[in-house]
């Protein structure tokens, strides 16, 4: 089922950079992996444009989200690259702080009840958990250290038969930087992980088989 009017609505006015489709399909997968209830897994909150779709589907299962970031932006959000916004710089501390947005994105949504926001550096975050996912949405630093790291750090948590959801795949790189395609060719590779959609650069990929 496609997300209630007022998910959607959420989602196209949060800050953000994934457009509809790909979102849509996002939400599709969250509702699948939701329905186990396993929780889901971000990775990568920002100011929790995609947030509001896993946890809209998460919500009508009845299960929770966790969105994991350090919220001082990725490298192509810091000052001087082209996604910066200079509305998210912290002027105290003359940094980014995307974790106020996020919160009042959430609030606006209604769905603060059904996200536990995790501040902190994936790998580290990572190293801490110890429980099966129903799925887990790569969507962190698009360097390959830092998209290995969320990979190795969190695909193995998948269940059997859950889902590995990874944003920013281009195949081509005129079309964007490597590192998420490189991961998901890594998955693929592995033999854990089927692929079983494409929405232009959202991959969604099944746990089939052992390892990552």
């Not at 038969?161 to 005129?174: E, I, K």
């Amino acid at each position: 089922m496609p997300p209630k009017p007022g998910i959607l609505a959420a989602f196209e006015a949060a800050k953000g950079f994934m457009p509809v489709d790909e979102g849509l399909a996002l939400y599709e997968a969250a509702e699948e992996a939701a329905a186990t209830g396993l929780p889901l897994l971000e990775v990568g909150t920002y100011c929790g444009r995609s947030t509001i779709l896993l946890a809209g589907a998460a919500r009508e299962a009845g299960g929770v989200v966790v969105t994991v970031d350090h919220h001082r932006g990725s490298e192509e959000q810091q000052p001087g690259w082209e996604y910066h916004d200079a509305s998210l710089v912290d002027p105290e501390v003359g940094r980014m702080d995307t974790l106020p947005a996020f919160r009042r994105t959430l609030h606006a949504a209604g769905l603060e009840e059904h996200v536990v926001a995790v501040v902190g550096r994936s790998p580290q975050v990572a190293a801490l958990w110890n429980a099966p996912l129903g799925l887990v949405f790569i969507d962190g630093g698009h360097t390959d250290e830092h998209a290995t790291a969320d990979y190795e750090g969190w695909a193995p948590h998948v269940a059997p038969g859950g889902l590995l959801v990874v944003h920013d795949v281009f195949p081509d790189p005129a079309d964007g930087g490597q590192a998420p395609y490189r991961v998901y060719r890594r998955a693929l590779a592995s033999g854990a992980f089927t692929e079983i959609s494409v929405t232009r650069s959202l991959r969604v990929l099944r746990r089939t088989g052992h390892g990552v």
